[in-house]
Nanobody
């Protein structure tokens, strides 16, 4: 079992920055690939970024590439999402997720590949 708790969401003006954190509890955090997804009102949950269990590989959606950065600290059971140059279209509930990668140091980019999800944190970007 892995439990995930997001924090750091809030209201920010367009062009601003925000850092989201995801705290994980579990015995085998290092073995999980991690990712961030987001869901805007009336829209489907969308992939944002993923990181492999070692942190050696990352995958970014085209929508956030160059603006967002994911990182993880396995010693602290933490994963982070640094968001910069925020746009109103970034407004959504952001979820962190953990998925088993069977030992392979790969990223998971589909929501159905993830086993555990946090409760989400709201990010609102004003224009």
């Amino acid at each position: 079992q892995v439990q995930l708790v997001e924090s750091g969401g809030g209201l920010v003006q367009a062009g601003g920055s925000l850092r989201l954190s995801c705290a994980a509890s579990g015995r085998t955090f290092n073995s999980y690939a991690m990712g961030w997804f987001r869901q805007a009102p009336g829209k489907e949950r969308a992939f944002v970024v993923a990181i492999s269990w070692s942190g050696g590989s990352t995958t970014y959606s085209d929508a956030v590439k160059g603006r967002f950065s994911i990182s993880r600290d396995n010693a602290k059971n933490m994963v982070y999402l640094q968001m910069s140059s925020l746009k109103p279209e970034d407004t959504a509930v952001y979820y962190c997720a953990a998925g088993r990668s069977r030992g392979w140091d790969i990223t998971l980019v589909s929501d159905y590949e993830y086993d555990y999800w946090g409760q989400g944190t709201q990010v609102t970007v004003s224009s």
